[in-house]
């Protein structure tokens, strides 16, 4: 029976592989789990403990080689090959987070945009088309693509998943405000109101907790 890896240590994954980017663009040839503690703000002991689930890497006594560590952490995640993305829903966020992605010549591209409003079809951003949601499961298909964005409003969310879903997309970053349930697709949810709510109580929150005053 395979092993079942922790949803965190896949989580930190792209974490190192920042940080061995980093590396090999100032040439650093061979790391060390205690450096990329260092620059992770992560223990030695948890970045070897996470990479001994996917099998060995490193040379006790030497270290990791920085660019097979790269390649390898990029086999496990599935980034030999540029991943393609779909997002639903361009918004100020969606806008955002295209033009973002634009910007980033990384292993992940949004390489299709999709909006219900009639008045946002047919927009570029970049070389990217916004289009009608009826091409919607065409288009991924035709592309291969896997993975999702979706930024619609939280009354809109179930019913686009499930689209995506019969679509072939296997993996949806979630940002409106809605518990999904998709059988078969993996759903991480994104909530920025809960997130800068948690903030808060690192400024006023925390003050008031120890002066009791809540």
Known sequence: MQKKIPEAAIRRLPVYLR??????????????????AGRTGLSSEQIRK?????GAFGTR???YDTCLL???IKKILGLTHPAKVALVGVGNLGTALIRYNLAQPKDIHITAAFDADPRKVGFRLGELEVQDPERMEQ???SQGIKMAVLTVPAQEAQLVAEQLAVAGVEAI?????????????????VDLTI???S???YTNGAEAAVSGKV
């Open 50 to 54: 996470d990479l001994a689930y996917f």
């Open 195 to 197: 997130e800068l709510q």
């Open 173 to 189: 970053l979630n940002f409106s405000p809605v518990k999904l349930k998709v059988p078969g697709v993996y759903v991480q949810d």
């Open 19 to 36: 940080v061995l980017d980093e590396l090999i663009e100032d040439g650093v040839e061979v790391t060390s789990s205690a450096d990329l």
């Open 70 to 72: 790269n390649r390898r």
């Open 139 to 141: 288009v991924i298909r």
């Open 199 to 201: 903030l808060a109580y």
């Open 61 to 63: 006594g030497v270290g």
